[in-house]
Structure formats: C-alpha cells, structure tokens
T-cell receptor, first 110, second 117 residues
Framework: QKEVEQNSGPLSVPEGAIASLNCTYSDRGSQSFFWYRQYSGKSPELIMFIYSNGDKEDGRFTAQLNKASQYVSLLIRDSQPSDSATYLCAVKPGRRALTFGSGTRLQVQP | DAGVTQSPTHLIKTRGQQVTLRCSPKSGHDTVSWYQQALGQGPQFIFQYYEEEERQRGNFPDRFSGHQFPNYSSELNVNALLLGDSALYLC????????????????FGPGTRLTVT
C-alpha cells in the first residue's frame, strides 16, 4: 500500500464547475496535510495546507480533512482553464519527511 | 522577499560523472529538503538539512550526499551518475525550528533538470 494515494486522472471538468480532488494516506500519525499545484515543466506550488479536521477555505479553494477516514480532499470552485495542472497531495507525520502522492492531473475544458 | 532559488536550471552530464546542485532557502527559513521527481511521479524525498546536519534521509544510496552552510544554503552532490538519475531535482525550504508539532510548510524552488547521457 502506498503511503499517499491519489487517482492519477485525468479529471476533466467544464469551465465554471467544481473540481474535486481526493487523497488517502496510510500513516495515522500524520498531522499536517498539503496541496501543491504543479504546471507542466514547473516546480510544485503550495496552494493549501490543513492541520485540523474539517474544512478550510481560501478563495476558490477548499481543503477538507477527515483524520478518522485518513482522507483529505481539495475542492476548486468555478474552475478555470488556468487551473489545469497536476495537483499533488502531501502528508507530513510530525517532524518526519513530507510524503507525496503521484498527483492527479486536472483538465478544465473551456 | 526572495523565494527559494536553485542553480543551475538545466544540466547535462555523462554517466559516471559527478554533479553538484545548489539551493538558497526562502528568507527566514532554516531547513532545506531535497527531492527527486521523475516524469509522471510525485517528488521523492532524498534528505533534509537542519542546523548544518543531515536530519532525515530517504531511500537513496550513498552516492547522494549533501551539505548545509551557516547561511542555510545547501548543496546536493551526486557521484557516479547513472542514467536513472535523470530527473527534476527540487529543493524546498521551511522553518522547522521552534518546537512546533504541526505545520512546517515547505516552499519549492524552480528545480534543476538533470539529464544523464
């Protein structure tokens, strides 16, 4: 079992729709959760982090964390073609190293 | 506020050679982590430096070594390059001091694309 699992996609949504990206993790000791956006040929960009159960909203992005189910998700409202990228879920148990999933490729169709 | 910087941007080396990659962390950060990212994969953790010491290490051979300087900048060295070392090498910085139990957001530099022929 991979430590951090994501559906590789591509996830295709029409412009203006809500994109829902999901991630599960195996280490119950994980305490910090991050979403990175990576455009093709570029480095990952931190877009959201969440540390407590529940929802955290920042602009069009909402991160959701459920530690009991070991599940974290990212919702992108009013998706734009510029949101087309690979979204990486990363998990950090305490001071241990950040562990990444393989990423979900999102395509927003104009 | 300068972000994380890395040099060089691109590098082409021959199998068996050695390479050194450099990273300067974001202002105010004290920790540097290095990652290798192969095409279509998530970044894989190589090692992390804090207070000039290697604090954690991922599943990479001893051919991969590093250093952190007093100004928090860091180098990644790879010896005896293999074709499989071709990848995007990413440096990320964070603020790990202070005794917190959560947090430690990491910010990435632009990466160094290494091609081994």
């Amino acid at each position: 079992q991979k430590e951090v699992e994501q559906n590789s996609g591509p996830l295709s949504v029409p412009e203006g729709a809500i994109a829902s990206l999901n991630c599960t993790y195996s280490d119950r000791g994980s305490q910090s959760f991050f979403w990175y956006r990576q455009y093709s040929g570029k480095s990952p960009e931190l877009i959201m982090f969440i540390y407590s159960n529940g929802d955290k909203e920042d602009g069009r992005f909402t991160a959701q964390l459920n530690k009991a189910s070991q599940y974290v998700s990212l919702l992108i409202r009013d998706s734009q073609p510029s949101d087309s990228a690979t979204y990486l879920c990363a998990v950090k148990p305490g001071r241990r190293a950040l562990t990444f999933g393989s990423g979900t490729r999102l395509q927003v169709q104009p | 506020d300068a972000g994380v910087t890395q040099s060089p941007t691109h590098l082409i080396k021959t199998r068996g050679q050695q390479v050194t990659l450099r990273c300067s962390p974001k202002s105010g950060h004290d920790t540097v982590s290095w990652y290798q990212q192969a095409l279509g994969q998530g970044p894989q953790f190589i090692f992390q430096y804090y207070e000039e010491e290697e604090r954690q290490r991922g599943n990479f051979p001893d051919r991969f070594s590093g250093h952190q300087f007093p100004n928090y900048s860091s180098e990644l060295n790879v010896n005896a390059l293999l074709l499989g070392d071709s990848a995007l090498y990413l440096c990320a910085s964070s603020l790990e001091g202070g005794g917190r139990r959560i947090g430690y957001e990491q910010y990435f530099g632009p990466g160094t694309r290494l091609t081994v022929t």
